[in-house]
């Protein structure tokens, strides 16, 4: 169980952020949560060769991402910074629950 993703995004959306307060906070909650979360897999040994490897192998895309993310942030006005960080809430919301079926009827 995670408190991460939608549910976050959605009550920074609520509580009316400009938007660079709103990815700072988030950026901010990810790296704690992500940081406790690796500390956790590293006592419980789920970090072997295997995930440091394939860590460094997407480490580039994370990147690329980051660089992406901060120019289209730069060209988005506020109404429809708050218009898109709904679509991918909501999107990312359905996906879950198509998962969440899908696992469900096997």
């Known amino acids: 169980i995670s408190m991460s993703g939608p549910p976050v995004v959605l009550e920074f959306q609520r509580e009316g952020m400009v938007k660079e307060r709103f990815r700072a906070n988030l950026a901010g909650y990810f790296l704690s949560l992500n940081l406790l979360t690796l500390l956790l897999f590293a006592v419980t040994g ?3 060769m295997d995930v ?10 994370t990147a690329m991402g980051l660089v992406i993310g901060m ?7 506020e109404g429809r910074f708050r218009t898109v960080v709904l679509i991918i ?3 990312s919301g359905m996906l879950s629950l198509a998962a969440g079926a899908h696992a469900l009827m096997g």
Request: proline share 4%; glycine share 4%.
């Open 71 to 77: 120019a289209f942030s730069r060209n988005f006005r």
């Open 46 to 48: 789920v970090l072997t």
């Open 89 to 91: 809430a909501a999107v």
């Open 52 to 61: 440091w490897g394939l860590s460094l192998v997407l480490l580039p895309s």
